[in-house]
């Protein structure tokens, strides 16, 4: 495993590093994008998805077989890390990249492998993520979507709600019931299936956030007939190869570098105005807690270089980097003087805004803190 010393020295993650600065500041200059809070979920540009392509920025560590780049978990840590970072627009192929791509590998069939994974390489198919159910909370075993077998294909009914761009995603990947529920064992009986957003009986109704912004949606199943070969992994599996999905999801950059912009912006003020001591204290304490998670969230990226799943610590990092995203918030709104709006002229208030209005998200998304401190207590217990 490399250490995190030396993931920071090694001369090629500083070349990449100096690449992808380079790329996203001859795009800053040429107007491609406006920087914003939380683009990985709202900053939509299929046009930029394609650039990072082209660039192989998508699709990293995929084997090139599917057409990806077989880098390494740490190198594709960097491409991330720069772009959220600077809040770059990827939320187009943002799922696709993050846990689908890396799920496939792991559980889908070798047609599955070669009809998806060089798509998504190329920034060019989208995938929405269909875990939540609007019965259910954040108590996934409680879901109710099913899919029947009905010899030549799977007919699902049911829906899903807070899944982000599916009114932009091709296909999304849903958790659903195919064999009764087991009240003794409620984690048995699901599995994942692929759906096409196309297929008749699929309705996609959108979720409007404060900001107006048309980002989550519900999505309806009704006697959706899906192919028998959309199947991923193993029927009844659906629960482990969900925990394994979310590993992807929660354990990355994103999880705490959302309110990032904001936070940059803040230390320029407090540096060109010189404020006082009190107000350091706060914003130093954002900045070790944003240092600490970075290293957790390159150990967990560690981890799933050497083919393990993280659940554990994947969730700490997400649990701790919403609790960072929210404070971030709050110590920018006690020491500049400013006031939040979305049509300002000041950089700060914009971003302030966006935070503000995003933050219900936070941490919600990718589990709720009761669910992850559940997870971290059980994975505590259990390695004790």
Not at 158 to 172: C, L, R, V, Y
Not at 287 to 302: C, G, P, Y
Request: proline share 4%.
């Amino acid at each position: 495993m490399v250490s995190i010393a030396e993931f920071n020295t090694q001369s090629d993650i500083r070349e990449l590093r100096s690449a992808v600065r380079e790329f996203i500041k001859e795009e800053k200059l040429n107007g491609t994008f406006t920087v914003r809070c939380d683009a990985s979920i709202s900053g939509f540009s299929p046009e930029f998805s394609k650039k990072l392509a082209k660039k192989g920025w998508i699709g990293m560590t995929i084997p090139k077989k599917y057409a990806g780049q077989e880098k390494s978990n740490l190198e594709r840590y960097v491409v991330l890390e720069e772009i959220l970072s600077n809040g770059a627009p990827v939320s187009a192929h943002w799922v696709a990249d993050r846990q689908t791509a890396p799920l496939l590998l792991k559980f889908g069939t070798e047609e599955q492998k070669m009809k998806y994974l060089p798509s998504i390489c190329k920034g060019e198919l989208y995938f929405a993520i269909g875990l939540s159910e609007p019965n259910s909370g954040s108590d996934l075993a409680s879901i109710s979507t099913r899919a029947e077998d009905k010899g030549d294909y799977w007919l699902l009914n049911g829906s899903k709600i807070w899944t982000t761009g599916a009114h932009h995603a091709h296909f999304i990947l849903v958790l659903c019931r195919t064999s009764p529920k087991n009240e003794k064992n409620k984690y048995e009986g699901m599995s994942q299936i692929i759906v096409d957003l196309k297929s008749p009986g699929v309705t996609i109704r959108p979720v409007h956030l404060m900001t107006g912004e048309h980002e989550f949606n519900e999505v309806f199943f009704e006697d959706v007939k899906v192919p028998k070969e959309n199947l991923v992994g193993v029927a009844g599996n659906g629960w482990q190869q969900g925990l394994t999905e979310l590993a992807f999801e929660r354990s990355g950059p994103e999880r705490f570098l959302s309110t990032y912009p904001l936070l940059e912006e803040l230390i320029e003020i407090v540096k060109s105005e010189g404020n006082v001591q009190s107000d350091l204290q706060d914003l130093g304490s954002c900045i070790a807690s944003l240092v600490t998670l970075r290293k957790m969230s390159l150990e967990v990226a560690s981890l799933l270089e050497q083919k393990k799943t993280p659940n554990t610590e994947a969730a700490m990092v997400k649990d701790l980097g919403t609790q960072l995203e929210n404070r971030i918030i709050h110590t920018a709104r006690n020491t500049a003087s400013i006031y939040p709006s979305l049509d300002s002229d000041k950089r700060i208030e914009v971003y302030a805004a966006q935070s503000i209005l995003h933050s219900p998200g936070f941490t919600l998304r990718g589990g709720t803190t009761e669910i992850l401190r559940t997870i971290i207590s059980k994975g505590v217990m259990n390695n004790g």
